[in-house]
């Protein structure tokens, strides 16, 4: 969506708070009927701020909620990695002043750009957030939103838990969906949502509504583990056989894959929801198993669930390149 002249992408609606604007990645409509993880999510997960810079300079303001992760902004000339000076920016809880200019080289930058075909032009400054949560203040300078051709005309949505959410990752360009966006030379929708990817026939609905994505991936099972959802495997079978139908009817290619390796507990119970997931993916969508994507023990995290930045790389070269090798044999991409 427009707003005060950015493009605030993977931004359904904004809500004005004392603090700042909340940017809300879904509907009210499509929140009312969903689990109180997604309805009260605001965290900045895949969430950017695109925007021009009429006279080369201006100053984005943020603010942040105090959380143990370091809330850090990445800064991006297109597709091109900002230089250390613009790379990242801490987001304090207090209303925080991001100066961004356009790099000294940017002709360069634009001649690297269009000689490897990348899919940003370097003028198109990408403010990508972190995945904590995060508040827009507001923006000094004149700036003036991307048009519609100067962004790449092919999206990948992805849906799942934390895991796509981007926890651990650090940052959320070494996220899984960023990556295999950057390795799909396409845009991204992050529909990640930490703890609270259960599988709801209302976020299928809706993601098949959605016309602004060509592929989309859905993780699934990991969340329906916790002890604080608690889903029999009966109740899990349901919400998998309703969720895969809604988004098998759709003629866009949707991938599919199941729980990933993870060292804790409850691996019995992981393996049976796999076998489910399996089941009616593997009919329905372009199934890829999870183990065969991650399982490898030393690629996980030490809270045991979540990969590394090792573990995120190889999600998106293995199942990134399943994609790839799909999407080229349908001339989709």
Not at 6 to 24: A, L, P, S
Not at 56 to 85: M, N, R
Not at 137 to 149: F, H, I, Q, R, T
Not at 273 to 288: D, Q
């Amino acid at each position: 969506m427009i707003f005060q002249n950015i493009d605030f992408h993977n931004v359904e609606e904004i809500e004005k708070t004392d603090k700042g604007y909340v940017m809300r990645r879904l509907p009210l409509y499509v929140r009312e009927k969903v689990n109180e993880g997604v309805k009260n999510n605001i965290f900045g997960t895949g969430i950017e701020l695109r925007f021009k810079m009429a006279d080369g300079a201006c100053d984005i303001i943020l603010a942040s909620d105090y959380l143990a992760e370091a809330p850090v902004a990445s800064i991006f000339y297109g597709s091109i990695q900002g230089g250390w000076e613009y790379s990242t920016k801490m987001i304090y809880e207090n209303e925080t002043v991001i100066h961004i200019e356009y790099p000294y080289n940017l002709e360069k930058l634009a001649k690297i750009s269009k000689d490897n075909g990348l899919a940003f032009s370097p003028e198109i400054v990408r403010v990508v957030l972190p995945y904590t949560n995060c508040y827009y203040v507001g923006v000094e300078g004149k700036v003036l939103p991307p048009s519609k051709e100067e962004v790449p005309s092919e999206t990948y949505l992805a849906y799942g838990s934390s895991i796509t959410h981007g926890s651990l990752g650090l940052m959320m360009p070494y996220s899984y969906p960023f990556r295999i966006s950057q390795k799909l030379n396409c845009d991204y929708i992050n529909l990640g949502f930490a703890g609270s990817a259960l599988m709801e026939e209302e976020l299928a609905s809706y993601i098949v509504s959605r016309k602004d994505w060509t592929f989309a991936s859905v993780e699934m099972g990991i969340n329906a583990l916790s002890d604080k959802i608690s889903l029999s495997d009966e109740q899990f079978e349901q919400r998998i056989d309703r969720f895969t139908k809604i988004l098998g009817n759709d003629k866009r290619p949707v991938f599919a894959t199941s729980i990933f390796g993870f060292n804790g507990d409850k691996q019995e119970k992981g393996e049976r929801f796999r076998n489910i997931v399996r089941k009616y993916a593997k009919e329905r969508l372009i199934f890829m198993d999870g183990l065969d994507i991650l399982n490898e023990s030393k690629y996980i995290s030490a809270d045991l669930t979540h990969p590394t930045l090792e573990g995120m790389e190889q999600i998106a070269d293995r199942w990134g390149r399943e994609m790839e090798m799909y999407l080229r044999n349908q001339k989709s991409i």
